[in-house]
């Protein structure tokens, strides 16, 4: 049987090439993503940012899991809130591309596993809003937004009972920190599944037992040398096993 198709969301960033004077948009994703997503058994495809709404449906038709990729804030005015001062790196093609993707996902049945802004994206999607800014909204915060250099940078509590403490296998791990956003309001249908020690949550789930998961820290980053990671994207891996079984019945 063919290895699962897991569509990956793109970021974008302009290169100025100075001496020409020319700006060429770049549209990717961090190699990490795709490493994972193959290290696990599956096909990973980037969809970029697209404003075509029939050509992101024609994507996701031959699609069985969507991967939710790290970037720069949502926009607040997304969620009904206006920008925080320390609110950056806004895209609202972007925005708009991966609210569409996942309303299709959603739509077809297809798991879905949101990393950093991906678990961001999910938590707005679902009518939650977003903590714009967690050194000046959280008191006494940890240190969230660390170098990406640091791995570990603390240590999450992860909720019994939940998908993510049967994937994860412990009551706590520790995870790398590359964000200074984070959940707020709770989306309708959303659970959370793990959180940091000053509060900050660090993990979301579907409470109605839909294949959807999502975490604040970066797993793809850290799955060669630490392989309990991998377990995340190997759920993603059966769960689109599960849907492309489940379509051919």
């Given at each position: 049987m063919s290895k699962?198709?897991?569509?990956?969301?793109?970021?974008?960033?302009?290169q100025t090439h100075v001496a020409r004077e020319v700006t060429t948009t770049i549209v990717g994703a961090d190699i990490d993503y795709l490493v994972s997503v193959s290290l696990a058994g599956g096909s990973p495809l980037?969809?970029?940012?697209?404003?075509?709404?029939?050509?992101?449906?024609a994507v996701i038709q031959v699609a069985d899991g969507v991967l939710l990729t790290g970037g720069g804030d949502i926009h607040a005015e997304v969620y009904?809130?206006?920008?925080?001062?320390?609110?950056?790196l806004h895209d609202p093609d972007?925005?708009?591309?991966?609210?569409?993707?996942v309303q299709l996902a959603l739509e077809r049945g297809l798991p879905i596993l949101g990393i950093c802004r991906g678990l961001q994206l999910l938590n707005v999607v679902f009518g939650g809003t977003l903590m714009q800014d967690i050194p000046s909204m959280v008191p006494d915060a940890l240190?969230?937004?660390a170098p990406e250099t640091e791995i570990h940078v603390h240590d999450i509590t992860i909720e019994e009972g939940t998908l993510l403490s049967r994937?994860?296998?412990?009551?706590?791990?520790s995870v790398n920190s590359w964000h200074h956003q984070a959940v707020k309001t709770l989306g309708q249908g959303l659970r959370i599944s793990a959180?940091?020690?000053?509060?900050?949550?660090e993990g979301i789930e579907s409470s109605e037992g839909k294949p959807i998961l999502a975490m604040q820290c970066h797993p793809e980053a850290c799955t060669d040398d630490h392989p309990c990671y991998l377990t995340l994207f190997h759920w993603l891996i059966e769960e689109a096993c599960r849907f492309r079984e489940g379509m051919k019945r």
């Open positions: 699962p198709i897991i569509i990956i969301t793109a970021g974008r960033h302009h980037i969809i970029p940012i697209l404003s075509d709404r029939e050509a992101a449906r009904g809130e206006e920008p925080h001062p320390e609110s950056k972007r925005d708009n591309m991966e609210m569409e993707v240190t969230h937004n994937i994860m296998h412990a009551p706590t791990v959180h940091a020690p000053d509060g900050v949550v």
